[in-house]
């Protein structure tokens, strides 16, 4: 059975997840940190020890073909593709073989730029129009997934 995991740490759409999860009756898994523990009713929590990329690893040996991850993370999300899942970040973008290298590598000049001194902008305020678009995203993934 298809579960929805989701890289808990920071995310902004833990409560919409799980709500629509819920309403196509899927398991949801919380993946967090120690210093970003959090619980929540319909969904079960796995805290792992702080350090750099642990929750990234607990959730990719934890996925499943077919599952669901909600994460922003383009490295976890190539590691989800290889496995077969289907990675989706908070404003309800789904990453794929078409898109993640292009991200991937946006991330490295973005990287470059940082070391060099530059600065990046940081993302846009989030509005409740971003929760929707993240939702109806989601459920359409649902959807589309469960007819195979």
């Not at 970040?89 to 794929?96: A, E, F, I, K, M």
């Not at 060099?116 to 989030?126: A, E, F, N, Y």
């Amino acid at each position: 059975m298809v579960k929805v995991l989701i890289d808990a740490d920071g995310c902004p759409v833990v409560d919409q997840t799980i709500a629509a999860a819920r309403k196509y009756k899927l398991d949801v898994v919380l993946l967090c940190d120690t210093s970003h523990e959090m619980y929540r009713e319909g969904a079960e929590t796995v805290t792992v020890s702080k350090g750099p990329d642990a929750v990234d690893f607990v959730l990719v040996n934890r996925v499943k073909k077919g599952d669901i991850v909600v994460t922003q993370d383009y490295g976890l999300a190539a590691m989800v593709l290889a496995k077969q899942g289907y990675p989706i970040d908070q404003n309800g973008r789904l990453y794929s073989e078409e898109n993640i290298d292009q991200l991937l590598h946006g991330r490295h000049i973005a990287k470059k730029i940082r070391q060099g001194g530059g600065r990046m902008k940081g993302p846009k305020k989030r509005k409740p129009e971003d929760n929707a678009k993240f939702t109806m995203n989601l459920e359409g993934l649902i959807e589309k997934i469960g007819t195979r």
